[in-house]
């Protein structure tokens, strides 16, 4: 298990964003047999996450830069991107503390200034 966290926290936000964009697809497919949520979703009519709110002139939707779906203000907040400059920064590193999991922490060339005062 411990394995599994120090992996999958050396992951990149780059690779996060993929793996998640293969996960939105096959949640659509999930969806097909829900007909009428699929076309909606595939609409962009409802958010891609709570599939309840529906969009129109007083709810905005917005494009999840995690998937690239649509999806409601409540939703957009459950998920936030760094600037593209920690796109390829490991997510360990991104943490304001220390890994605690025996995860090794990286060299600190690798990382921006700001964010080694952490390590």
């Not at 996450?49 to 709810?59: A, H, M």
């Not at 360990?92 to 600190?108: E, I, N, T, V």
Request: with cysteine; aromatic share 10%.
């Amino acid at each position: 298990m411990s394995s599994y966290v120090d992996d999958s926290l050396s992951l990149t936000i780059q690779e996060v964003m993929h793996i998640r964009q293969v996960l939105a697809k096959a949640e659509m497919d999930n969806l097909l047999l829900n007909k009428r949520l699929y076309d909606e979703v595939k609409s962009e009519k409802v958010c891609f996450i709570c599939k309840t709110n529906r969009f129109n002139l007083f709810r905005k939707a917005f494009r999840c830069n995690l998937c690239g779906k649509l999806v409601c203000k409540s939703c957009s907040r459950l998920v936030s991107i760094p600037d593209q400059e920690f796109l390829t920064v490991p997510i360990m590193s991104l943490s304001p503390a220390p890994a605690s999991f025996g995860a090794k922490q990286p060299s600190d060339s690798n990382l921006p200034r700001w964010l080694t005062f952490f390590n």
